[in-house]
C-alpha cells in the first residue's frame, strides 16, 4: 500500500489539534485547583518541558530521516526492547482515547444533554472516528484544518465578548502559598497535554519532508500558540470567577453562559460545548490513527486501515467498563496520568535519545 503523506502546515494542524482538543475546556478548573493564581506559570512551566520534549523528538528524526518513530526504536535499541516500548506506550494511548470518550460523555450529560444515555455519544463519536480513520491520513488532515479554525474562531469570540466583565484583581496575590503549588500545577499539565506530545512523534514522520527548517518552526508556533490558549482561558476564568472558578468544571463553557448583549446575543455556550467535541473528536481520531499506526508497524500489517473498527469497538467498551465513579476517574486523570505519562512515554524516548546520541558517531564513522 501507498505511503500517505502530508504537508508542514497539515503536521503543525494535527498537532495543534492533539495538543488543545478538550484541554483548553477541561484544563483550567482542576491547574486552578491545584495551583491557585499561579496556574498560569504552571502552564509557562510545563510548555517550556514539552518544547524540550519535541526538541528531543525531532533530534530523533533528524538522526533517521527515513524511518518511523517504531523503526527508529528497532535502529537504536533492537527489536524485543522496542517491542516493550511500544506496548508500554499503548497503554497510554488506549488510556487518553477512552479517557477523551468519557470526558466527552460527562460533559454532555453534566452541561447540554443530561438525559441522553452517554452510550449514545460514545457510538457516535467513535463510529465518526472510525469512518475518519478509514480515509487516512491526508483526509484527516484537510478535514481537521477546517475544524481548528472553526474552533480558533468561537474560543477567540468568547474571550472578546467577556471583556467587560474581566476583573484584574482577583490575579492578585500570585503566590499565596509560596511556589510549590505552582510545581504541582506543572506536573499537572506535563502529563495532560504536554507530555503526551511522545505519541504524536508517530504521527510526524508522515510528513513529506521531515528535514525541512520549516517543519521544525511551525510545530514549536503550534506548541507556543497552545500555551497561550491554556494561559489566557486560564486567567481568564480567574479574572471572571475569581474564588469560585475551582468549583467550576468545564470554565470556558460556563464563562461562555455569562456573555449577554442585550437581547441579541446570548446563550452562546452552545457553539463552545460544539467546540469542545469537535476538538475532542480530532484529538480521539489521531490517537486512534497513532495506535493502529503501532500496532500495525509490530505486526507487519501492509494497510493499518484494517484495525480502525476494531479498535473503535475496544475503545467503545473501554469507555463503557472502565469508571466505576466519576470522582475515581477524575483521581486517575489528576494524579496517575502525569506518573503514567512519564513511565512509558517520556522515559522511554529518553532512553532511545540517549542510546540514538551515542551511537551517532558510529554511524558517521564510515562516512
Known amino acids: 500500500m501507498k505511503q500517505e ?12 489539534a492533539f495538543l488543545s482538543g478538550s484541554a483548553i475546556i477541561v484544563i483550567p478548573a482542576p491547574i486552578i485547583a491545584y495551583a491557585s493564581n499561579a496556574a498560569w506559570l504552571s ?19 533528524r538522526l533517521y530521516p527515513s524511518l518511523s518513530f517504531i523503526g527508529i526504536c528497532r535502529a537504536t535499541i533492537g527489536k524485543w526492547p522496542t517491542v516493550i516500548v511500544a506496548c508500554l506506550m499503548l497503554t497510554m494511548a488506549f488510556h487518553m482515547a477512552t479517557g477523551i470518550i468519557i470526558d466527552v460523555v460527562a460533559f454532555m450529560n453534566s452541561m447540554m444533554l443530561p438525559e441522553t ?65 505552582m510545581i504541582l500545577g506543572g506536573y499537572l499539565t506535563s502529563g495532560f497535554p504536554y507530555g503526551e506530545i511522545v505519541l504524536f512523534a508517530v504521527i510526524i514522520p508522515f510528513t513529506r519532508n521531515v528535514l525541512a527548517k520549516p517543519l521544525s518552526k511551525a510545530l514549536v508556533i503550534v506548541m507556543l500558540l497552545n500555551g497561550v490558549m491554556l494561559i489566557i482561558t486560564t486567567l481568564g476564568t480567574i479574572m471572571i470567577l475569581g474564588p469560585i472558578s475551582t468549583e467550576k468544571k468545564y470554565s470556558l463553557f ?5 456573555i449577554e448583549i ?53 475503545v467503545q467498551i473501554m469507555s463503557l467498563s472502565m469508571p466505576t465513579t466519576m470522582k475515581e476517574w477524575e483521581n486517575l486523570v489528576l494524579v496517575i496520568h502525569p506518573l503514567w505519562v512519564g513511565a512509558v512515554y517520556i522515559l522511554p524516548v529518553l532512553f532511545i535519545v540517549t542510546v540514538a546520541y551515542f551511537k551517532r558517531p558510529a554511524r558517521a564513522a564510515p562516512a
Open 254 to 258: 460556563v464563562l461562555a453562559q455569562t
Open 5 to 16: 503523506s502530508i504537508g508542514v502546515l497539515q503536521t503543525a494542524v494535527l498537532l495543534f
Open 262 to 314: 442585550g437581547d441579541m446575543l446570548e446563550r452562546i455556550e452552545a457553539i463552545i460545548g460544539m467546540s469542545m467535541i469537535a476538538g475532542s473528536l480530532m484529538k480521539a481520531t489521531i490517537t486512534l490513527f497513532a495506535i493502529q499506526t503501532i500496532m500495525a508497524e509490530l505486526f507487519g500489517l501492509q494497510d493499518h486501515r484494517l484495525l480502525s473498527n476494531p479498535l473503535c469497538l475496544l
Open 117 to 181: 444515555p452517554g452510550y449514545i455519544f460514545m457510538c457516535l463519536m467513535l463510529v465518526l472516528s472510525a469512518l475518519l480513520l478509514r480515509t487516512g491520513i491526508e483526509s484527516m488532515a484537510r478535514m481537521f484544518s477546517i475544524l481548528t479554525v472553526v474552533v480558533l474562531f468561537f474560543w477567540l469570540v468568547v474571550i472578546v465578548l467577556l471583556f467587560p466583565s474581566y476583573h484584574p484583581e482577583f490575579l492578585l496575590p500570585i503566590f499565596p502559598d509560596g511556589i510549590r503549588p
Open 43 to 61: 502552564i509557562l512551566l510545563s510548555m517550556t518541558f514539552g518544547l524540550a520534549l519535541l526538541a528531543i523528538i525531532l533530534y530523533l528524526l
